[in-house]
């Protein structure tokens, strides 16, 4: 699933027109409006911004990988008035870090079913927890200043695959937050395990750019061939999106708050 976020950077922000080509420019993306992009089948990274690190991330991570789904966004975040434009200071760093990493806040969250026309449960609990075997809960990870790099484990639990275990890593890049995770037990719909374990792989990044924050991610799944179940798992992945956009925004309105 796509979730959690991301590692911070130095104070460097780039032009959005230098992150974002032609043809990305042509999806027309806004601010607070969002491009969502599915595929299956030996899929491939089609709205990836100019990020070389990012490239290098995601090219590490899907290497000798074959997902058969993949879920890509890209995402508009207008900064706050109050921000820094030119680019993120050391304190919004930090405090960015700290809000993104409050992973227990993802607890509650709901998803809105138009066929239902109300709100659903989406994830019912979100935890960080001391490792994989333990599952022990421990606090939200709260960082002084950001560190250079570091691993967490979390315990969720959603609608969708029940109560599941991540890794997520977060790694230093200029003018960026980036992370990576994958999933350390196999998902399950019902009794079927469709993903296997360390079949679902997400990279993500918050890249500064002065006025705005672009927020890419890419989720990368290797599902069971059961007729239907690859379009089920990339419609599942595609609304959640909406949820964890909607925290996104919550958790940076809150940090640019706290940081003036």
Do not use: C
Not at 202 to 231: C, F, H, N, Q, W
């Amino acid at each position: 699933m796509i979730l959690g976020f991301f590692v911070i950077a130095g104070a460097s922000a780039v032009d959005l027109e230098d992150l974002i080509d032609n043809e990305l420019n042509t999806a027309s993306l806004r601010w607070g409006e969002k491009t969502v992009l599915v595929q299956f089948n030996n899929p491939q990274p089609a709205i990836i911004p100019r990020h070389d690190i990012l490239k290098e991330h995601i090219e590490s991570v899907s290497q000798n990988y074959r997902p058969n789904v993949m879920v890509e966004i890209l995402y508009l975040y207008r900064k706050p008035r109050t921000a820094r434009r030119t680019a993120w200071t050391t304190e919004e760093e930090t405090s960015l870090l700290n809000e993104v990493m409050a992973l227990s806040t993802l607890s509650g969250l709901q998803l809105y079913s138009s066929s239902r026309g109300a709100f659903l449960p989406f994830l019912e609990t979100s935890q960080v927890i001391d490792g994989p075997s333990t599952k022990r809960p421990i606090p939200d990870p709260y960082y002084a200043s950001p560190p250079a790099e570091l691993s967490v484990y979390a315990n969720l639990k959603d609608a969708d695959f029940g109560e599941n275990v991540y890794q997520f890593n977060f790694y230093t890049a200029a003018g960026a937050l980036i992370f990576t995770q994958k999933n350390i037990t196999s998902l399950t719909v019902g009794f079927i395990p469709v993903v296997g374990k360390n079949n679902l792989r997400t990279v993500a990044a918050i890249l500064d750019a002065g006025d705005y924050l672009l927020v890419y991610a890419v989720s990368m799944v290797r599902a069971i061939t059961l007729p239907g179940m690859k379009e089920r798992i990339g419609r599942s992945f595609s609304i959640r999106v909406e949820v964890i956009l909607r925290w996104f925004s919550a958790q940076a309105d809150k940090a640019f708050r706290k940081a003036r």
